[in-house]
C-alpha cells in the first residue's frame, strides 16, 4: 500500500503522521508514504509512525546526498524514490517535481541511474502524461526504466482496465503496478485483479 500526501510538499508542511500511525495499526502489509519528507528526521519519524517504507520525490532532486544518507542511515529496502517523468521528445522525458508541477530540465534515465547509485531500494515511477487518463501506463517509459536500473520499478499512472496491468508488467517490465481511482471507486477489486493476472501467466501472491 502506498500513501502519498501529495500536497504536503506544495504546503509546506510534514506528512499528516497521524494518520500514517492509524493506517499503520489497521493494515498488516508493507506501507509506503510520501509527501513532505525534507529531512532525515522527517525519515525517522515516519518510520517511526509504522511506516516500512518512505518516498522521496522534491526533497531527493534538490538535494541528492539526501538518499545516499537515508540508505546509510535507515537502509536501502525502506528508501523509495519517486519520479514524476513527462514526455519531451522521442526516448527523452524531464523529471517534475511539487507534484508535477515544476520541471527541472533532468531526463529521466539519467536521474533513476543516479538514484540507484546513490542507493535507493525502489523506483516509484509515475508518467504524467498517463496519470489520469485511464488509458494505460507509459510502457515504453516503464520499459526503458525498468532497464535501466536494477533495483524494483512500480510503474504509477494511466490504470483504466486489468490490461494495462499486464501489459506494464510484462511489456513494460515493471516489478509492481499502482492504481489508485480504479480501487477508490470499486472499478476493479483487486482479488479479481490478481486472478485475471494469474490467468495471464503472471506470478502473484493469490
Known amino acids: 500500500m ?88 522521442p526516448g527523452k522525458w524531464e523529471v517534475y517535481i511539487n507534484s508535477g508541477r515544476t520541471p527541472t530540465g533532468i531526463q529521466v534515465l539519467d536521474w533513476v541511474k543516479e538514484v540507484e547509485k546513490a542507493g535507493a531500494g525502489e523506483i516509484l515511477l509515475t508518467s504524467i502524461d498517463a496519470d489520469g487518463t485511464q488509458k494505460g501506463y507509459d510502457i515504453e517509459l516503464t520499459r526503458l526504466v525498468s532497464q535501466k536500473v536494477s533495483i524494483p520499478v512500480i510503474a504509477s499512472g494511466g490504470a483504466g482496465e486489468p490490461l494495462h496491468f499486464y501489459q506494464v508488467l510484462t511489456e513494460g517490465k515493471a516489478d509492481a503496478a499502482l492504481a489508485a481511482s480504479l480501487f477508490h471507486y470499486g472499478i476493479l477489486t483487486i482479488p479479481n485483479l490478481k486472478k485475471y493476472l494469474q490467468e495471464k501467466g503472471v506470478e502473484v501472491r493469490v
Open 2 to 89: 502506498v500513501f502519498l500526501d501529495i500536497t504536503a510538499t506544495i504546503e509546506g508542511r510534514n506528512t499528516m503522521l497521524n494518520v500514517v500511525s492509524k493506517t499503520a495499526e489497521q493494515v498488516f502489509i508493507p506501507l509506503t508514504v510520501g509527501g513532505g519528507i525534507r529531512t532525515l528526521d522527517d525519515i525517522r519519524e515516519l518510520l517511526k509512525s509504522g511506516a516500512d517504507k518512505v518516498s522521496i520525490n522534491t526533497a531527493a532532486v534538490k538535494d541528492p546526498s539526501l538518499v545516499w544518507e537515508a540508505a546509510e542511515k535507515f537502509g536501502s529496502q525502506c528508501i523509495v524514490v519517486a519520479v514524476d517523468g513527462k514526455y519531451v521528445s
